[in-house]
């Protein structure tokens, strides 16, 4: 069963950079979720075997999905990694504000800030030689906002 794209956007930044965002419903038919139950209170822990981030602790289903994000310039088009990104947003829709962007050399980081109002999570990707990792995804504000 898939998912009805629930907001895209192409955003802008120097250099002739787009970043291309698409957000998907979450549909729960799609995926398998564990729950862990320290302290006697059950949560959802895991879907489709994995960590997720994009909410807080608790027996709620995401509603929303990062889909896909895509890098472009004038060389290339790449895929960044969303696995385990839920929720990117509680409006209709993400911005340039949501990522900074820095460049050194050969070298993009891109890091993006990601919440529905609850359950505040970053992400950080590199991007060498056409190639991109993802080396962060952390719901710590040490990792987040410093």
Same mark, same amino acid.
């Given at each position: 069963?898939?998912?009805?794209?629930? =907001?895209?956007?192409?955003?802008?930044?120097?250099?002739?950079?787009?970043?291309?965002?698409?957000?998907?419903?979450?549909?729960?038919?799609?995926?398998?979720?564990?729950?862990?139950?320290?302290?006697?209170?059950?949560?959802?822990?895991?879907?489709?075997?994995?960590?997720?981030? *994009?909410?807080?602790? *608790?027996?709620?289903?995401?509603?929303?999905?990062?889909?896909?994000?895509?890098?472009?310039?004038?060389?290339?088009?790449?895929?960044?990694?969303? #696995?385990?990104?839920?929720?990117?947003?509680?409006?209709?829709?993400?911005?340039?504000?949501?990522?900074?962007?820095?460049?050194?050399?050969?070298?993009?980081?891109?890091?993006?800030?990601? #919440?529905?109002? =609850? *359950?505040?999570?970053?992400?950080?990707?590199?991007?060498?030689?056409?190639? =991109?990792?993802?080396?962060?995804?952390?719901?710590?504000?040490?990792?987040?906002?410093?």
């Amino acid at each position: 069963m898939s998912c009805h794209t629930f =907001a895209q956007s192409e955003l802008h930044f120097d250099d002739g950079i787009i970043l291309r965002v698409e957000i998907d419903e979450f549909n729960y038919l799609d995926h398998y979720y564990d729950t862990c139950s320290p302290n006697e209170t059950p949560y959802i822990c895991r879907i489709d075997g994995e960590e997720w981030f *994009g909410m807080d602790r *608790g027996m709620e289903l995401p509603k929303y999905q990062l889909k896909s994000l895509i890098f472009i310039d004038e060389d290339d088009t790449i895929s960044l990694d969303v #696995s385990r990104m839920y929720n990117p947003t509680f409006y209709d829709g993400i911005s340039n504000k949501h990522f900074l962007l820095e460049k050194s050399d050969d070298i993009l980081e891109i890091f993006g800030w990601f #919440s529905d109002g =609850a *359950g505040t999570y970053c992400a950080k990707w590199i991007i060498s030689n056409s190639v =991109a990792h993802r080396i962060l995804l952390s719901n710590s504000e040490d990792d987040c906002f410093n």
